[in-house]
């Protein structure tokens, strides 16, 4: 069974600093481009972060010179380093992928993954 795991969130007081992870379990061919979103009640989910399969990153304008997204395809891992983070931060944030899958050698497709979230929580 393939599963997004996030993990890294918590509480943290403004200016601080969390690192999110977000690793793929299960037999995949590969992942290609990931995404963060985060979502706050009553929102609609906002992407946060993306990162290719060949390593170009793009930013919300909210985060840009904050967040750094990066991924080690090794550990089918990616992660999201939040800087001097701030309250309006405070959000569950999910990871969403795109994973290509070859049961038994035959290629059968991509398909869009997300995690169940992880909560991030910013205080003043």
């Known amino acids: 069974q393939v599963q997004l795991v996030e993990s890294g969130g918590g509480s943290v007081q403004a200016g601080g600093s969390l690192r999110l992870s977000c690793t793929i379990s299960?037999?995949?061919?590969?992942?290609?481009?990931v995404n963060w979103y985060r979502q706050g009640p009553g929102y609609q989910r906002e992407r946060v972060a993306t990162?290719?399969?060949?390593?170009?990153?793009d930013y919300a304008e909210s985060v840009k010179g904050r967040f750094t997204i990066s991924r080690v395809n090794a550990k089918n891992t990616v992660y999201l380093q939040m800087n001097s983070l701030k309250p309006e931060d405070s959000d569950v944030y999910y990871c969403?992928?795109?994973?290509?899958?070859?049961?038994?050698?035959?290629?059968?497709?991509?398909?869009?993954?997300w995690g169940q979230g992880t909560r991030v929580t910013v205080s003043s």
């Open positions: 969403n992928a795109d994973l290509e899958f070859a049961p038994g050698g035959y290629y059968s497709g991509t398909y869009d993954y």
């Open positions: 990162i290719t399969n060949s390593g170009h990153t």
């Open positions: 299960g037999n995949i061919l590969r992942f290609n481009v």
